[in-house]
Nanobody, 127 residues
Framework: VQLQASGGGLVQPGGSLRLSCVAS????????IAWFRQPPGKERESVSC????????DYTDTVKGRFTISKDNTKNTVYLQMNNLKPEDTAVYYC?????????????????????WGQGTQVTVSS
């Protein structure tokens, strides 16, 4: 089982980045896929999940209207398009997966309910 996150970098406030998470070794279409982030000195927090709101994507309030999660089943890849980035978005971003239907998951679920994790990709928003 492997999740490979990429796409992070240094961007100025107001800029954009697209993160990618490539999954392998498990049934991609039968798992909830989410993005978390961990700012410096803080706990890991949920950012977005692909189908955790009654089969639709959901987002934490601080990124609604700026971030968009999507997936390509043919590539076993989940994306996080991040627009209008702010300095407070600076964090290490992780993708995570949990088998669907085996537990309750929503946007507020702790990182502890997820089984599989990518290695993280650094996003720094600074002028």
């Amino acid at each position: 089982v492997q999740l490979q996150a990429s796409g992070g970098g240094l961007v100025q406030p107001g800029g954009s980045l697209r993160l990618s998470c490539v999954a392998s070794g498990f049934a991609f279409d039968r798992h909830e896929i989410a993005w978390f982030r961990q700012p410096p000195g803080k706990e890991r927090e949920s950012v977005s999940c692909i189908s955790c709101r009654h089969g639709s994507p959901d987002y934490t309030d601080t990124v609604k209207g700026r971030f968009t999660i999507s997936k390509d089943n043919t590539k076993n890849t989940v994306y996080l398009q991040m627009n209008n980035l702010k300095p407070e978005d600076t964090a290490v971003y992780y993708c995570a997966a949990a088998e669907s239907g085996t537990r309750f998951i929503d946007i507020n679920s702790s990182y502890r309910v997820y089984d599989y994790w990518g290695q993280g990709t650094q996003v720094t928003v600074s002028s």
